[in-house]
């Protein structure tokens, strides 16, 4: 069982998490994350040295959970599920999450090149190993063959990302439900990467 310090922390990175997923880097102020923490201003400086390590540890949990969730989708499909089949499965997983699910995703995505350089180190790690899991993603479906042979999958596999990462800047619920985007989005896949 958590602490009582524990829930407490959680609480600010849960409202700094939506608050800079809201407002951005610049317009990030502690006394809001307090606000929708429920806590005094002073009480996050308990838990964090700074505001900028509270932004850190919040691009970063956005992140490793977007990787993780992605990750664990796949790996509870079936052992005979396809590479592209693969490829839809992480493609709806990510969607969901930074949309429905997370708002560490959003903030993370939203600020990733508006935090100062300094903060960029840790998150940037983690996105890496992300990349790594698309990679080995299409890497599995260029050896079946489910890919063209003329279709150069890196460039595709960061124009889908970017794409992907996007949807949190134009997507609204009431406008147009996620199911349809995602049905897109795997459509749009489906149609390059194949024959």
């Not at 708002?103 to 935090?115: E, P, Q």
């Not at 698309?134 to 063959?145: P, S």
């Not at 949190?168 to 985007?181: A, H």
Request: proline share 4%; glycine share 4%; charged share 30%.
């Amino acid at each position: 069982m958590a602490s009582k310090a524990e829930k407490t922390r959680k609480r600010i990175l849960d409202a700094a998490a939506s608050v800079l997923s809201q407002r951005g880097y610049a317009g990030m102020r502690l006394g809001e994350v307090a606000e929708v923490a429920g806590v005094q201003a002073p009480a996050i400086y308990y838990h964090f040295a700074s505001r900028d390590e509270l932004v850190e540890e919040v691009m970063w949990s956005g992140a490793h959970a977007v990787r993780l969730h992605v990750e664990d989708a796949v790996a509870a499909l079936p052992d005979d599920t396809g590479p592209l089949d693969r490829i839809m499965t992480a493609v709806d997983a990510h969607l969901r999450y930074e949309l429905e699910i997370s708002d560490y995703a959003t903030a993370s995505i939203r600020n990733a090149r508006h935090v100062p350089e300094a903060l960029r180190d840790r998150p940037a790690a983690e996105e890496s190993l992300y990349s790594r899991c698309w990679r080995d993603l299409f890497d599995d479906a260029k050896k079946e063959g489910t890919i063209r042979d003329d279709l150069d999958a890196t460039t595709f596999r960061m124009l889908l990302l970017g794409s992907l990462n996007w949807v949190v800047e134009w997507w609204r619920p009431e406008v147009r439900p996620l199911d349809e985007v995602i049905a897109v989005a795997q459509d749009m896949v489906r149609r390059t990467v194949t024959s």
